[in-house]
């Protein structure tokens, strides 16, 4: 069984550019979850996808946009970066029957110079 | 908001310690409960999980955590921790309505065992 896989590993952009971070979910999960990890605090829920829908969000600007295609995959955009947007950005996926049991990627390290 | 407080940001302990990492949160309604461990250079890990029944939970590697519903809290307990121990832990909440299936954190715990 394949866990959730990330990419890239680190990248590292300048402000005012855009950025795509993407994800596969585990087999068999189709509910795909973004977080944001600052230095030193937990991770904080950007949004969530369920069949190809927003399915909540959290307090996150609308510069935070994602997507989620048929094969359960997903994609984090970031626009307009800013410096407070360097963190680590875990994608998490859930089965249907037990959404809350998110299952986490190793995440992608985003640096904003 | 709900929010999720861990009271120990960085814990240090000889190895065969007992632990305790405290967990609370503040929401009335119905939740979730988990905690999460994220070892040096490896990705968050559930540790064990409470959804409902049995307020005490066991999880992976002799963990366990308790959930007390009047105090807000799910603390989580090791009788003897290892040197392999070393993480930093994550308490995480999930509100059962109206909470659009978020996760929400504490700020972490980094837990040091030595030899």
């Known amino acids: 069984e394949t866990g959730v896989t990330q990419s890239p590993t680190h990248l590292i952009k300048t402000r005012g550019q855009q950025v795509t971070l993407r994800c596969s979910s585990q087999?068999?999960?189709?509910?795909v979850s973004w977080y944001q990890q600052a230095l030193g605090q937990g991770p904080q829920f950007i949004f969530q996808y369920y069949r190809e829908e927003e399915n909540g969000r959290g307090n996150f600007p609308p510069r935070f946009s994602g997507l989620q295609f048929p094969n359960y995959s997903s994609e984090l955009n970031v626009n307009a970066l800013e410096l407070d947007d360097s963190a680590l950005y875990l994608c998490a996926s859930s089965p249907q029957d037990s959404p809350y049991e998110q299952f986490f990627g190793p995440g992608t390290r985003l640096t904003v110079l | 908001a709900q929010s999720v407080s861990q009271h120990n940001h960085h814990v240090i302990l000889s190895e065969a310690a007992s632990l305790e990492l405290g967990c609370n949160y503040s929401?009335?309604?119905?939740?979730?409960l988990f905690w999460y461990v994220q070892y040096p250079g490896q990705h968050l890990q559930l540790l064990l999980k409470?959804?409902?029944?049995?307020?005490l939970v066991k999880g992976i590697k002799g963990f366990e955590a308790e959930f007390i519903k009047s105090k807000f809290s799910f603390n989580l307990r090791k009788p003897s921790v290892q040197w392999s121990d070393t993480a930093e832990y994550f308490c995480?909440?999930?509100?059962?309505?109206?909470?659009?299936?978020?996760?929400?954190f504490g700020t972490g715990t980094q837990l040091k065992v030595e030899l």
């Open positions: 409470y959804f409902s029944g049995d307020p």
């Open positions: 929401y009335g309604g119905t939740v979730n």
């Open positions: 087999s068999g999960h189709n509910t």
């Open positions: 995480a909440v999930a509100i059962l309505t109206g909470g659009g299936n978020k996760l929400t």
